[in-house]
């Protein structure tokens, strides 16, 4: 039998070559946008908050909106308190958005592959997933940062 590490993350598809595992603690809310427009806002208001959204997947040949139900879908991640961004939100691009208990067996670290801003990167059933540093993500946007080309 597998061990579980215990840790339930959320699978995030950010991009085309851009995956997050997000411990599920740390996501709010997924968002669905009704919107004609083919990108995401910069910005949403989410529970009487603005809430700035970042979009890995600008100018990716992975759609944000679908086409046939037009809307797209903003992941909402919780902030550390005192903060000058207390939430922010990414743009979700393409399939693979659920929910999964990390197994030892199944994972496969894979530190070399680590994009910016994240703190680690692993293979999981043929996937590779970052490992998103939401604090350092959390900073930068909140002092003005590009974090997302």
Not at 52 to 68: E, H, K, L, S, T
Not at 90 to 95: I, L, N, S, T, Y
Request: hydrophobic share 40%.
């Amino acid at each position: 039998m597998s061990e579980k590490t215990g840790v339930c993350c959320v699978l995030l598809p950010c991009s085309s070559g851009r995956s997050w595992a997000v411990p599920q603690r740390c996501l709010g809310e997924i968002v669905t946008l009704s919107t004609t427009q083919d990108e995401p806002p910069a910005q949403i208001e989410w529970r009487g908050e603005a809430v700035p959204v970042i979009d890995f997947g600008a100018g990716d040949n992975v759609p944000w909106r679908d086409q046939r139900g037009g809307s797209g879908l903003v992941a909402i991640i919780l902030g550390q308190r005192g903060e000058a961004c207390p939430y922010f939100g990414v743009a979700v691009r393409g399939g693979g958005l659920g929910v999964s208990h990390l197994v030892d067996s199944e994972i496969e670290d894979m530190p070399e592959a680590a994009l910016d801003y994240a703190t680690a990167a692993f293979r999981m059933n043929g996937n590779l997933y970052q490992v998103p540093d939401l604090l350092a993500l959390q900073r930068a946007i909140g002092t003005g940062d590009v974090v997302a080309h």
